[in-house]
């Protein structure tokens, strides 16, 4: 089917290591974005992208790195994970940057 | 930077009761977007209002914008089971959009 899936969907890591987690959309909508969402705070934007290897950063992008090489992949890595860093984090996409954005159904990571 | 302020931030409601949520924006509104977000799920895209006074329905569910107040109004009739979970506001900001905390509803059956 077509859509947008994050992988995986359960992570459990140390924190130091790296990480990485993975977005995939077959709509190939032009915007991509990553966000975060805490108790509290919401949904916080990471970083986004308006096409490929076009990025931008978000409310929160420290300790975040992006890469879109691809039109309908849109990584998010943790170079050296840390505890603050726990949190389900969502992908999106859209085909505007002003317009709806379509989820995935999100990654719960626990840095322990 | 745009802020979106929603209210309440909880409620629980008895079957088949209405129940409105707010949303209010710091700044103007040029178009908002409501989702519904169901426990360990991704956000499921509801409605998007973009002109003042805009009205739009899906089943049960009635949004409106009132770009004066800088605000939007979620309204859910005849609350079932179903409706449960989290509403979230969402409003453009240049090429992004800013959220709202959420309100968190439960439905008593």
């Known amino acids: 089917d077509a859509g947008i899936t994050q992988s995986p969907r359960y992570k459990i890591t140390e924190t130091g290591r790296q990480v990485t987690l993975m977005c995939h959309q077959t709509?190939?909508?032009?915007?991509m974005f990553w966000y975060r969402q805490d108790l509290g705070h919401g949904l916080r934007l990471i970083y986004y992208?308006?096409?490929?290897?076009?990025?931008d950063k978000g409310e929160v992008p420290d300790g975040y790195v992006v890469s879109r090489s691809k039109t309908e992949n849109f990584p998010l890595t943790l170079e050296s994970a840390t505890r603050s860093q726990t949190s389900v984090y969502f992908c999106?996409?859209?085909?505007?940057?002003?317009?709806?954005?379509?989820f995935g159904d999100g990654t719960r990571l626990s840095i322990l | 930077s745009q802020e979106l302020e929603q209210s309440p931030q909880s409620l629980i409601v008895q079957e088949g009761k209405n129940l409105t949520i707010n949303c209010t924006s710091s700044?103007?509104?040029?178009?908002l977007y409501w989702y519904k977000q169901k426990y360990g799920e991704g956000l499921i895209f509801l409605m998007m209002?973009?002109?003042?006074?805009e009205e739009k329905s899906h089943e049960k569910i009635t949004a409106k914008l009132d770009e004066k107040k800088q605000q939007s109004s979620l309204h859910i009739t005849a609350s079932q089971p179903s409706h449960a979970g989290i509403y979230l506001c969402?409003?453009?900001?240049?090429?992004?959009?800013?959220f709202g905390a959420g309100t968190i509803l439960r439905v008593k059956s």
């Open positions: 999106a996409s859209s085909g505007a940057g002003s317009g709806p954005q379509h």
């Open positions: 700044k103007t509104l040029y178009g």
């Open positions: 969402g409003a453009d900001n240049g090429n992004k959009l800013v």
């Open positions: 992208s308006a096409a490929a290897d076009i990025t």
């Open positions: 209002l973009q002109k003042g006074g």
């Open positions: 709509w190939s909508h032009s915007y």
